[in-house]
């Protein structure tokens, strides 16, 4: 099965998200994303098919794609959806990618994974918007990422009992296994989005 690029979940609630954009002009460490339980039918599908895309596929930022993609009712995406108040602001350590089923990562380390591989920083990976992104980015309202409330007290009562040895160890090994898998996969992404280029040696 093929990465898909932009999609992900908020990791406290496990609900999915679009990502719009990855970073902010001047606020590397927030994410623009679309919560998608909050979208109707037809606006839900028709950002999935764009997703699909090729456009969206090839593009780092998905808002590149939404300021020229229209909705089945004609309206442009990006200020549609900015106008319904259904772009939020999130910080990028509480989203996790998805580009397929055994891959997750968080968007701050995946920023600092392409920012590495660009030469760049973090703050650097920004586009430059328009004055309509200008805009979206200052007016998203913040998303609820807080755990949903049957899950508070589950989490405290685990958070409370000390593993064993012999558990720590399982996790650990579990945890390494997940890592080096997740890592060759990362490798793999990055390389996709900037390709290494390879030094070329003239012989005299």
């Not at 380390?109 to 030469?119: D, P, S, V, Y």
């Not at 890592?183 to 390879?198: F, H």
């Amino acid at each position: 099965m093929a990465d898909i690029k932009h999609v992900g979940r908020i990791a406290s609630t496990g609900r999915k998200c679009i990502v719009v954009y990855r970073t902010l002009p001047g606020d590397a460490f927030n994410a623009i994303i679309i919560p998608t339980e909050t979208l109707s039918e037809s606006y839900h599908d028709a950002l999935i098919n764009l997703i699909d895309s090729t456009a969206a596929q090839t593009s780092n930022e998905l808002s590149e794609v939404l300021a020229r993609a229209l909705f089945p009712d004609g309206s442009t995406m990006l200020p549609s959806l900015h106008t319904k108040g259904l772009l939020h602001k999130v910080p990028t350590d509480q989203i996790l990618m998805t580009p397929n089923p055994s891959v997750s990562i968080l968007l701050s380390e995946l920023n600092q994974i392409i920012a590495e591989k660009m030469g760049v920083s973090v703050q650097d990976l920004s586009i430059k918007p328009d004055n309509k992104q200008v805009e979206v980015q200052e007016i998203a309202t913040a998303v609820d990422i807080s755990p949903k409330e049957q899950n508070v007290e589950a989490v405290k009562e685990s958070s409370q009992l000390p593993l064993t040895n012999d558990q720590l160890a399982k996790k650990y090994r579990s945890d390494a296994d997940r890592l080096s898998k997740e890592a060759a996969q990362l490798r793999r992404m990055a390389e996709e989005l900037v390709p290494i280029k390879k030094k070329v040696t003239t012989v005299e």
